[in-house]
């Protein structure tokens, strides 16, 4: 498992998401080491260098290390704008297209990022919502030449962006639609967040049990979704901002992070208070129900009510539960 792939390895059936420790840092080494477009760097690593791992695994992976090395640098980037612009005015004639692209590759920043502080110091003026509507609409930028070099970056970035946010969030939503086709498939009964927004929730996890079940032998009373790779510091996070709330109003649950996770982070002393990490569906196999089943009753002990409004008859069907001694010993 920590080996280095081969540059020739590997097969959709062969691709790993739980990583080790050392794998794990490769990884991230190649990330840091990298020279040129995330986007690029993106290909190097899901077609040459860990072909055996879980591709998106691997996205996920560059954009936690991006996302954190622009976090480093952001108190720099009002200073950078003026020299990006000053850059652009100065080779604009010189090249046809891609200048941003090879500025973005000479400064090491997102094609997108770029364009943001270039536009800020250009617009100096204008509001910061107009940047965002200017690197949305490129079209609508005054100089035809950087507006065209604007939609080349905002194409050629896969960390930032409208497309690249449109398709996460597309991501995270089949995501969420699999975790409930794979939980009714299991005979699961559960409220979604927009069931428990209504009954007036405010934070709420994808899924939340009507009756909990057994995994493994432990209790589960929610499933949280995620499209991502579970890292450990990523995972401190969402226990801190989501996981903790959810075990303190509703008990322990699972949480599953499709893209695999770091071998570290199931472990975790931080998922004591009651918290599951998985890379996938739980199995069934794995799983015990307290079923409601309707117990016999001799006809003459069923109580029948007489509805004065309507003369309708209302027959009272009185349920149990109907489960092991020793499961109901682990439920409560």
Known sequence: MSQV????????????KILSGGEYNRICQFINGFHGLAIDCEFELRNRFFRDVEPMALTCILQSELFNRARGHHWKQDQRGKKLLKVYEEQKNLYDNALLIRMACVEALNPVALCRMLLQEKYKARHRSHISQLLRHPH??????????????????????????????????????????????????????????????????????????????????????????????????????????????????????????????????????????????????????????????????????EDSSTGSQLLGEPFVAECPTKELKKLS
């Open 5 to 16: 792939p081969g540059l020739a390895g590997g097969n959709e059936q062969q691709m790993r």
């Open 140 to 305: 609508l930028i005054d100089d035809p030449r950087l507006a065209a070099n604007v939609q080349q970056c905002i194409i050629s970035d896969n960390q930032e962006g409208s497309i690249t946010d449109l398709r996460r969030r597309i991501m995270g939503e089949e995501y969420e639609l699999k975790l409930k086709n794979l939980a009714k498939d299991a005979g699961i009964h559960f409220y979604d967040e927009q069931d428990l927004r209504r009954m007036g929730y405010d934070k709420t996890p994808d899924i939340k049990m009507i009756l909990p079940f057994l995994y493994r032998g432990s209790v589960i009373n929610w499933i949280e979704s995620k499209a991502n790779f579970g890292d450990t510091k990523a995972h401190k996070f969402n226990i801190q901002q989501q996981l903790q709330s959810y075990c303190n109003r509703f008990g322990p649950g699972i949480i599953i992070y499709w893209f695999g996770y770091h071998e570290e982070t199931p472990s975790l002393p931080d998922n004591n208070i009651g918290i599951t990490v998985l890379a996938d569906f739980p199995a069934k196999k794995d799983l015990v129900f307290m079923h409601l089943a309707q117990e016999e009753f001799p006809a003459e002990t069923l109580a029948t009510k």
